[in-house]
């Protein structure tokens, strides 16, 4: 199974960028990683997802290695509202010829702390 | 907000009640997903439904009963709950099409007394 490691926790000041790095060294070629955040009492929200390049969007960035054994999820310029645990999570394939049934494994992130 | 909305937010119930959770999306997405969530754990994947059928049950008890009147409705049917199944229950939607992302309701906070 691929499976994911990510620190416990970080620290960022407010208006920095959060490097946030996540192992996945057992991925497999055709699987993906997403990245998620997950605010006190609210649900997963996506952020981002990748498979070999570099991506980008208007919340952040991901750097993939080029032996997509580990990722770096960048938040260019972290607020407050930042704050969150922040999920690295790659999907496995469960079931031969059942279509796109996959499902997510979920590591157990890193709480995320923007500090003023 | 969310796209993916879940009712209720809150739900208290005792061990010999029934009732049920509801989930709505209108995005034509074609799966739909239960999760359970405890406290400072990531989410557990229970049921997913892909073109209204179940497609995966990850040995969830039977006290658990998923239906999917349709593409855009997610029920999750609760009875006989035990206290260890206090959690946050969220469900999540997505195109179904390979790679493409969940997207998570804020959930609704179960707690069985």
């Known amino acids: 199974d691929a499976k994911t490691t990510q620190p416990p926790s970080m620290d960022c000041a407010e208006g920095r960028a959060a490097n946030l790095p996540c192992n996945h060294s057992?991925?497999?070629?055709?699987?993906?990683v997403y990245w998620y955040r997950q605010i006190h009492s609210q649900g997963p929200q996506y952020i981002i997802h990748g498979l070999k390049n570099n991506e980008t969007n208007e919340m952040a960035s991901l750097i993939i290695t080029e032996d997509r054994k580990s990722s770096t999820l960048i938040l260019p310029h972290a607020t407050l509202r930042d704050t969150a645990v922040y999920y690295c999570?790659?999907?496995?394939?469960?079931?031969?010829?059942?279509?796109?049934?996959?499902?997510?494994?979920w590591g157990l992130g890193t709480s995320l702390a923007v500090n003023p | 907000d969310t796209e993916v909305t879940q009712t209720p937010k809150h739900l208290v119930m005792g061990m010999t009640n029934k009732k049920s959770l509801k989930c709505e999306q209108h995005?034509?997405?074609?799966?739909m997903y239960w999760y359970k969530q405890k406290a400072k754990k990531p989410p557990e994947l229970m049921f997913v439904?892909?073109?209204?059928?179940?497609?995966i049950n990850e040995s969830v008890p039977s006290r658990f009963s998923p239906e999917c009147p349709n593409s855009s409705l997610l029920n999750l049917h609760l009875h006989a709950l035990q206290p260890e199944d206090s959690a946050l229950y969220l469900c999540a939607s997505s195109h179904g099409l390979r790679g493409s992302p969940l997207h998570f309701g804020n959930g609704t906070r179960l707690t069985v007394t």
């Open positions: 057992t991925i497999s070629g055709n699987e993906y």
């Open positions: 999570i790659v999907r496995e394939r469960v079931n031969e010829g059942a279509g796109n049934n996959r499902k997510l494994i």
């Open positions: 439904y892909s073109y209204e059928k179940l497609s």
């Open positions: 995005m034509g997405h074609r799966a």
